[in-house]
């Protein structure tokens, strides 16, 4: 008997981190700074991926990256759910936090990875 495994892995990124927007002070802010460290890392680990040309993916970046190897690389389907706030896009003076979004998430649309099956004889 054959048995299939998957591993399902859903993460949040947690909305806006812009420190102006939310006021954040002391430990907040601290949280604020690595959270936006660590999306940094995952949209240029995507963009390695998604890049034939690139020969090293720099998965040690942060925890986020770290812990998502196996979800990102090897044999993985990789989708992504953006949510963008419409007023967001019209606010000319914070338009790069929609555009990275949009970037990282047409990356991820661009990743084109070989899947095998991994069944496990019983």
């Keep these: 008997k054959k048995v299939k495994r998957g591993t399902l892995t859903i993460i949040d990124l947690a909305g806006s981190e812009r420190v102006s927007k939310s006021g954040s002070e002391g430990m907040r802010l601290e949280e604020a700074k690595k959270i936006n460290k660590s999306i940094c890392a995952l949209g ?5 991926l998604a890049d034939k040309a690139s020969t ?3 998965f040690r ?3 986020l990256t770290r812990l998502l190897t ?11 759910c953006a ?3 419409p007023l967001s896009i019209l606010s000319l003076i914070h338009i790069s ?3 990275r979004l949009l970037s990282i998430s047409y990356a ?9 099956d991994q ?3 019983t």
């Design 70 to 80: 196996h979800s990102l690389s090897g044999n993985c389907n990789t989708a992504i």
């Design 61 to 63: 970046d942060s925890k």
């Design 97 to 99: 936090e929609p555009t």
């Design 119 to 121: 069944s496990i004889n």
């Design 44 to 48: 240029n680990c995507i963009a390695s």
């Design 83 to 85: 949510t963008l706030n």
């Design 108 to 116: 991820v649309f661009c990743l084109k990875q070989k899947t095998y």
């Design 56 to 58: 090293h993916v720099s």
